[in-house]
């Protein structure tokens, strides 16, 4: 069953990109804990029976130190000190490797779930996190139970497993009285590694099944309402209304630029009254005569009122009005109008020259 979100509406479009990266920034991914359990307690436990000797020899040769040094110690604060350090620092070395271990499978068993991702949000402060009704809320959740269940279950099948395997050996075991003290440790240690060995597999078993339930969970948290779908299209595409503002407000500007181009022409070119195109031509730098403002009816009429304004001449052509029109602003003319803008050019300089 589809879940509902808190505006209304069911969630059942799955979720889009974008709305997978918010999750992510905010932190909700789909992290399961059994898996980096299973990993450290499975990896740190090959690592610990690989390492053992090692430890066993080293904690050996700390005590042989530690009662060495017992026998020169003196009964005062700084020999005190000397020897807790010495016993600390030697523990320690001995027992890094394995923290260091737990630390990297901890850190690489939550990378192979969810890749880098860093992000802060999790832990800034949300004041709506302090409030006692959602905090039972959630104590009471679905999640809650859910987490509850599989605790419960992962205690009783590593319980089952470890009481199942020893009640299998109890055979064995009655007849470890007749033994020697290393066969009666050698017996233990086989249980012992053997009670781990079912443990790790049910542990990795849990993980699996956890992973996968994680990822559904999550699945479906993500999912989106048809509203929710719309809205981030608009967010995406942007609102029609503000579209279309800003693209009156970019075509406005665009016009004053335009405008500002027409006392600098050279000439306009009008239909006589719906189109008006105004020419610039400089030999020293334009290989041919180009359209710096163009228009129609309005626009048209505007250009007219700043060219006469400025002095600039105005010659009536419609048919080559018409084809300069068609021309983009900023472009040269073509090869098949040059001839037509010659003449008029040519005209235009003439009545400049007479005037003079």
């Known amino acids: 069953m589809a879940e509902e979100s808190p505006t209304g509406g069911e969630r059942t479009e799955a979720p889009s990109a974008k709305r997978r990266d918010d999750f992510r920034k905010k932190g909700q991914v789909a992290q399961s804990k059994e898996v980096q359990t299973a990993a450290i ?190 809205e981030e299209h608009k967010e995406m595409e942007g609102d029609p209304h503000v579209k279309a503002q800003i693209r009156s407000i970019q075509q406005e500007m665009a016009r004053k630029r335009m405008m500002a181009e027409v006392p600098e022409a050279d000439v306009v070119v009008t239909n006589p009254t719906h189109i008006s195109v105004a020419l610039k031509y400089s030999s020293d730098e334009m290989d041919a005569p180009m359209v710096v403002a163009k228009g129609s009816d309005l626009v048209a009429l505007r250009i007219r009122e700043i060219a006469r304004e400025n002095d600039v001449p105005i010659v009536e052509n419609p048919p080559v009005a018409r084809l300069l029109h068609e021309i983009d602003m900023g472009t040269s003319i073509p090869d098949e109008l040059f001839r037509a803008v010659a003449e008029i050019l040519a005209h235009v300089y003439s009545l400049k020259g007479s005037r003079q």
Do not use: H
Request: glycine share 4%; aromatic share 16%; hydrophobic share 60%.
């Open 41 to 230: 307690f499975t990896i740190g436990l090959l690592f610990w029976i690989f390492y053992m000797p090692v430890f066993w020899r080293g904690l050996t040769n700390l005590l042989k130190s530690f009662f060495q040094r017992i026998n020169e110690f003196e009964a005062n604060s700084a020999a005190v000190i000397t020897l807790a350090w010495f016993i600390v620092q030697n523990a320690f070395l001995l027992l890094a490797p394995l923290f260091l271990t737990v630390l990297i499978v901890g850190f690489f068993s939550t990378f192979f779930q969810v890749g880098w991702n860093f992000t802060t949000q999790p832990i800034v402060p949300d004041i709506k996190k302090f409030d006692p009704i959602k905090g039972m809320g959630r104590l009471f959740s679905t999640r809650s139970l859910v987490e509850l269940i599989k605790s419960i279950a992962k205690v009783a099948l590593i319980a089952w497993i470890a009481y199942s395997t020893l009640i299998g050996k109890f055979d064995e075991a009655l007849i470890l009285v007749d033994t020697s003290v290393g066969a009666a440790v050698t017996f233990l240690g086989k249980t012992a590694a053997l009670i781990m060995a079912k443990i790790c597999a049910i542990m990795i078993f849990l993980a699996f099944i956890d992973f996968l339930y994680v990822r559904w969970e999550m699945e479906e948290k993500m999912k989106m309402t048809k509203q929710e779908v719309k």
